[in-house]
C-alpha cells in the first residue's frame, strides 16, 4: 500500500477490484502470471481514474470558465446599454443646459436692451428738463430784464403820457374850434393837429 501512496495512485481504487490472492497448490509460474495480470489491470485502473478525475476537474474548470466567459460577456452587455443610455441622457440634458443657457442669454440681452432704452429715455428727459430749465432760466432772465426796463421808464413814459395827454386837448380844441369856425388853412410848416 506505501508503494502505491508513493507511486501516486490511490490503493483503495486497487482494492474495489478485489485483492490479490494466490490459490493454493498452484505453481509459481502461473501464479505469477495471474499477478502480474491482476497487477497490472490495478495500476491501469488507477492510472485510468487519475485520468479520469483529471478529466473531470478539466471538465468542471472548462465549464466554470465558459459559465465566467458568458456572465463576463451578459455584464458586458449591460453596461454597454448603460453607458449608450447614460451618454443618451447625458446628451439630453447638454442640448437642455445649452438651450438654458441660449434662453437666459436672451433674456439678458433683452434686459440689457431693456435697461440700455430706460437709460437713454431718462437721458432724453434729463435733456427736456434741462431744456425747459434753460427756457425757464431764458424766460425767468428776460422778465427780469422787461420788469428793469419798466422800471426805468417808468418816469419817460410818464413824460410820454403826458404829453400825448396834451396832445388829445389841444386835438379836441382844435376840433371844437373847427366846429365853430369856417375851415382855415394851416400857416405853412405847421402840420394840422387833429
Known amino acids: 500500500m506505501l508503494d502505491m501512496e508513493r507511486a501516486g495512485l490511490n490503493p483503495m481504487l486497487a482494492f474495489q477490484q478485489g485483492g490479490a ?12 502470471a ?7 489491470k490495478g495500476v491501469s485502473t488507477a492510472v485510468d481514474a487519475l485520468r479520469l478525475k483529471k478529466e473531470v476537474a478539466a471538465t468542471d474548470s472548462q465549464i466554470d470558465l465558459n459559465n465566467a466567459t458568458e456572465a463576463a460577456k451578459k455584464a458586458e452587455k449591460v453596461l454597454t446599454e448603460t453607458n449608450a443610455k447614460k451618454v443618451v441622457e447625458d446628451t439630453k440634458k447638454s442640448i437642455a443646459e445649452t438651450q438654458a443657457a441660449k434662453d437666459m442669454s436672451a433674456k439678458l440681452r433683452s434686459e440689457t436692451g431693456k435697461a440700455q432704452m430706460d437709460t437713454l429715455y431718462r437721458g432724453l428727459e434729463l435733456d427736456v428738463l434741462g431744456s425747459r ?5 431764458s424766460q425767468s432772465a428776460f422778465e427780469k430784464e422787461k420788469a428793469d426796463i419798466d422800471r426805468k421808464m417808468v418816469k419817460p413814459d ?4 403826458r404829453i400825448r395827454n396834451f396832445l388829445d386837448t389841444v386835438n379836441s380844441a ?13 400857416p405853412i410848416g405847421f402840420p394840422r393837429m387833429y
Open 158 to 161: 410818464a413824460v410820454v403820457n
Open 133 to 137: 430749465a434753460g427756457a425757464i432760466k
Open 21 to 32: 490472492s494466490t490459490p493454493a497448490g498452484s505453481t509459481a509460474g502461473g501464479t505469477a
Open 174 to 186: 382844435g376840433d371844437l374850434n373847427r366846429q365853430n369856425s369856417t375851415p382855415a388853412k394851416p
Open 34 to 40: 495471474r499477478m502480474e495480470d491482476t497487477l497490472g
